[in-house]
C-alpha cells in the first residue's frame, strides 16, 4: 500500500499493482455465490483486508460494510469469528447477506424442500391469475413460467415458517428469476431476449437448491458471532454500534440504477408493487436528485472539478445526480469517523471510470474525502479486476459490450485505507 499525504493528494500519481490484491490463495466458498450480485467484489479481498488491518495494529471485534449488497464482507467476518453490522438500502440485498451468514441444519432443509416439491405438485393456481398480475411482471415473464413461479413460492410462503429457512428458500427463488424471465442472461441492463427460450422452472429450483445444500455441507464452521444486518439507509439509521473496521465497496458515481436491476426479485417478494419507489434513497440516483440545488453543493474541491468536468456532456438531471453522490458520500464517510473506535480502520473498495472520455478520478475524492474527515495514514493500492460481472468493454457510443476489440473501462480498482488515531 502506497502512503498518501494531503499535499500529493491531486498529483496524478503512478500506483503499482500489487499483485498480493489480485488473486486468491484459497477458493471461494460456494456460499458466496448462491445468487448473482453486480459488481460483487471477491470474498478474498475482505479476508485479505482483515489480515492487512491486524498487521497495522488494529485490534479487531466489530467489523462493519456500511454498502453490504450481498453480504461477502459480512460472510467473511462470520468466517474469521467478527461480529458484524452492516446495512443497505436494496432489500434483494440484505435478504441475501442475512441468509450467507446464518447456520443451517441439512435434514431440516432437506424436509422443507421435500414438502415445497410435494405441495408444489397439488398446488391449484387462482382464476385469471396472470390477467391480474404486476404488470412489469408479465412483461418479464410468459404466463407458463409465472404460473410455475407463483406455485413454488406460494409453497415457500405457506409450508416454511417465517424465519432463517423461509429466507434461505426464498433467496433460492430469487436467485432463479432472471434465468426462467425473458431478461438477456448475459446484460446487466434490463433488456429483452427476443430468442430466449422458456426453461423448466421446477428444475432450475431443484438445481439451485441442490447447490446451495452444497453450500451449507461445505461449511464445517458453526458461525457464533453476532451479525446485524439492516435493509435501510446508512445516513438516516441511528443506533450504529462503535466499530473497529469498516469495509465496503460503494457503489459508482454512474452505475446503472440498482432499483432496475433488482426489480424481478423485488416485485416477486413484495418489497414493492413498484420497484421504480426503491430508486428513493439510493446514493447517486436521478431519482434522489430532483430538488439538489447544483448551485450551492457542498462538497470538496476534487468533486466540484469531476462536476465541471462533466458538465459539458451531461444533462443538469444527470449532473444533479452525480453532485449528489459525492455529497452523501462524503456526508458518509464523516460519519464513518464518528462510529469507527480510536486506532480504528476504513477500507475502500473503488474503480475509477470515465463518461464520454471525460475521466471520473473517484478515488482521489475519496481520499480528499477522508482526509477532510479526519482520518490519517491514509494508504492506496491498485488492484486488476477479474471475474466482475460487470463487462469492462464500452462502444464508440459508451454503452457497455462484452467486445473486447472496443475500449476498456472498470479494468482495475483502488484499495483505500484510513485510520482514526
Known amino acids: ?18 499483485n498480493s490484491w489480485n488473486y486468491a490463495s484459497n477458493k471461494e466458498l460456494k456460499m458466496h455465490n448462491i445468487h448473482a450480485y453486480p459488481a460483487k467484489f471477491p470474498s478474498f479481498i475482505a479476508s485479505k483486508v482483515f489480515e492487512y488491518a491486524t498487521t497495522e ?14 453480504g461477502t464482507v459480512s460472510l467473511e467476518a462470520q468466517l474469521h469469528n467478527y461480529d458484524f453490522w452492516g446495512c443497505d438500502i436494496n432489500p434483494v440485498a440484505t435478504l441475501i447477506s442475512k441468509v450467507k451468514s446464518k447456520n443451517y441444519n441439512i435434514k431440516i432443509l432437506e424436509r422443507y424442500y421435500n414438502v ?25 415473464f410468459s404466463q407458463n413460467t409465472f404460473n410455475e413461479l407463483y406455485k413454488i413460492k406460494r409453497c415457500i410462503k405457506n409450508f416454511i415458517p417465517t424465519g432463517k429457512y423461509q429466507d434461505a428458500f426464498l433467496c433460492i427463488f430469487s436467485s432463479i428469476l432472471k434465468s426462467c424471465s425473458r431478461w438477456l442472461n448475459k446484460s446487466i441492463k434490463p433488456q429483452i431476449d427476443p430468442y430466449k427460450q422458456e ?19 461445505e461449511n464445517k464452521q458453526k458461525f457464533k458471532k453476532e451479525t446485524i444486518i439492516k435493509n435501510d439507509n446508512f445516513l438516516t439509521i441511528d443506533n450504529i454500534p462503535n466499530i473497529d473496521l469498516i469495509v465496503t465497496s460503494p457503489p459508482y458515481v454512474t452505475s446503472y440504477e440498482y432499483a432496475d436491476l433488482h426489480q424481478l426479485s423485488s416485485l416477486w417478494l413484495n418489497y414493492t408493487n413498484d420497484y421504480k419507489a426503491l430508486r428513493e434513497g439510493s446514493v447517486g440516483s436521478i431519482y434522489n436528485s430532483k430538488y439538489f440545488d447544483l448551485e450551492n453543493i457542498e462538497i470538496n474541491e476534487i468533486g466540484k472539478t469531476i462536476i465541471e468536468n462533466l458538465s459539458s456532456v451531461l444533462n443538469q438531471a444527470k ?48 481520499l480528499m474525502t477522508l482526509h477532510e474527515k479526519g482520518f490519517t495514514n491514509l494508504k492506496i493500492a491498485r488492484r486488476k479486476i477479474s471475474n466482475k460481472l460487470l463487462t469492462p468493454y464500452r462502444d464508440e457510443n459508451g454503452k457497455f459490450t462484452s467486445d473486447k476489440t472496443k475500449r476498456e473501462i472498470y479494468h482495475e480498482e483502488f484499495l483505500i485505507s484510513g485510520r482514526k488515531f
Open 1 to 18: 500500500m502506497l502512503e498518501i499525504t494531503p499535499n500529493n493528494i491531486h498529483r496524478t500519481l503512478r500506483i503499482p499493482v500489487d
Open 57 to 70: 495494529g488494529v485490534t479487531i471485534s466489530k467489523v462493519a460494510d456500511i454498502f453490504c449488497g450481498c
Open 116 to 140: 415445497i416439491l410435494d405441495h408444489y405438485t397439488l398446488e391449484i393456481l387462482p382464476t385469471f391469475l396472470y390477467e391480474n398480475a404486476n404488470e412489469r411482471l408479465k412483461y418479464w
Open 199 to 217: 426453461i423448466n422452472v421446477i428444475e432450475i429450483f431443484k438445481k439451485q437448491y441442490n447447490y446451495f445444500k452444497k453450500a451449507v455441507g
Open 319 to 366: 449532473l444533479k445526480s452525480i453532485a449528489r453522490y459525492y455529497t452523501d458520500m462524503e456526508l458518509a464517510l464523516d460519519k464513518c469517523y464518528h462510529k469507527l473506535n480510536e486506532n480504528g480502520m476504513i477500507f475502500l473498495v473503488i474503480g475509477d471510470t470515465e463518461y464520454k472520455g471525460i475521466k471520473i478520478e473517484n478515488s482521489k475524492h475519496l
